[in-house]
């Protein structure tokens, strides 16, 4: 799994930071869930301009309906003010039916 090393290597420090001072440790952890949250939508939104659903949905580990309910609505607002309405459409139709 790539970055498992970095990610063993946070937890640590999480853990270290909540045994030293749990109130400041959980500021931290609610800056990192931002953080981490705003990247993800980040790579959603990535992946989108050559993946289907279907293939977020398995990278997320979830089904493609629920990467859509989670990510669609403003996946679809993003494309439709850079998109023609015709390319729109078509760029809908193709991430869908994958």
């Known amino acids: 799994m790539a970055g498992f090393e970095s990610s063993e290597l946070l937890d640590r420090d999480i853990r270290q930071r909540v045994a030293d001072d749990p109130l400041e440790a959980l500021s931290a952890i609610t800056d ?22 279907r293939e977020v949905g398995a990278a997320l580990g979830v089904s493609k309906q ?28 193709q991430r869908l039916s994958g």
């Open 32 to 53: 990192l869930r931002a953080a981490i949250a705003q990247r993800e939508r980040e790579a959603v939104f990535l992946a989108l301009e050559e993946h289907p659903w």
């Open 66 to 93: 629920a990467a859509f309910q989670r990510f669609g609505r403003s996946w679809a607002v993003m494309t439709k003010a850079k998109l023609s309405k015709a390319a729109w459409r078509e760029t809908v139709k």
